[in-house]
């Protein structure tokens, strides 16, 4: 049977190019006592020997790790992957590595991958919290660990956060509906006890009440968010003989699966039912049907999440003097129009 393949050391290096282990160290440190000329062949040793350093000795040596964790809740959804790439490449550039747990939208699971991140001695964490208690970003709190909330905030605590407007959001997206005609607006939201569908609910709210057209509560309906329960609740509604002529939903895959369910019961979108999502998938998919949507600008989000980290990691970064002791970025919200949206006097 074949045995595995040793790890190189530094011992091994030291004996390989002559050098003693404290001069191997440093060189490849890039300590700038040791002449560049010995860093470049002990550095094109190590490579030639696939050498690996020891990341795990080096955080005891420096305090530090170099890693961030990425905690967010259902990376199945296009809009967290999105968000994901672009935090990983922001964090890069800074010399960051990030790692992903999923919490599935579940509280206990995410007790766990909270755990984990600080077990494993991260620099840093960005979350994306399930909020159904602030228990967890209290722990976080509690942990002395920096942490950055991103796409939802705890409404009690003094936590640091990155969110779109969501009640400009939900504000532009009703009003759109509600100026090509629409009166009975279907809101497909996410469960209130997250802020993101609270706010959402709000500008959804104000954008009737600006048209002085009555809320209808039986038209705001709630969608789990981790596991979709939309085809249900559209099944009762027409059970109900609940009526109405457009979607706002809580996000673009909801919006999707709405659709679904609208096509396989015989209507179509915009011709009987006019469709709004939220989030702008498509700005990273190529997809033939565009979904009117919300723009919630996830780069941007990701970035700047990225970079209010670093301050809290490192207060003398750059980007120090732009943060303050606690962190509240709430970046503005846009109407993305697709081909979702009709008006009522032309579709009926």
Known sequence: MKRPKRTVTLKDLAEKTGYSINTISRALRGKDDIAQETIQRIKQTAKEMGYINNTIASSLRLGYTNTIAVILGDISNPHFAIMTKEIENHARQFGYSAFLLNTNENSEVEREAIKTAINKNVDGIIIC???????????????????????????????????????????????????????????????????????????????????????????????????????????????????????????????????????????SVPGDYSLVGFDHIQSRMAIPFPLTTISSYKAKMSITAVDCLRCKINPDCEEAGHCDEICRHVIKTALVKGKTVKHLRESR
């Open 129 to 267: 919290p399930t909020q159904e208690t602030d228990d967890n970003v209290k722990f976080l709190m509690e942990s002395g660990v920096p942490f950055i909330q991103i796409g939802r905030h705890s409404e009690k605590l003094d936590a640091n956060y990155v969110v779109c407007d969501d009640v400009q959001g939900g504000y532009l997206a009703a009003r759109y509906l509600i100026e090509n005609g629409h009166s009975r607006i279907l809101f497909l939201n996410g469960p209130s006890y997250i802020s993101s569908a609270k706010e959402r609910c709000r500008g959804y709210i104000q954008a009737h009440e600006e048209a002085g057209i009555p809320v209808c509560r039986d038209l705001i309906r709630e969608v789990s968010v981790s596991e979709s329960n939309i085809p249900d609740i559209m099944e009762q509604m027409k059970a109900d003989g609940v009526d109405y002529t457009a979607i706002f939903a809580f996000s673009d895959s909801m919006a999707w699966e709405a659709w679904t369910w609208l096509d396989q019961n015989g209507s």
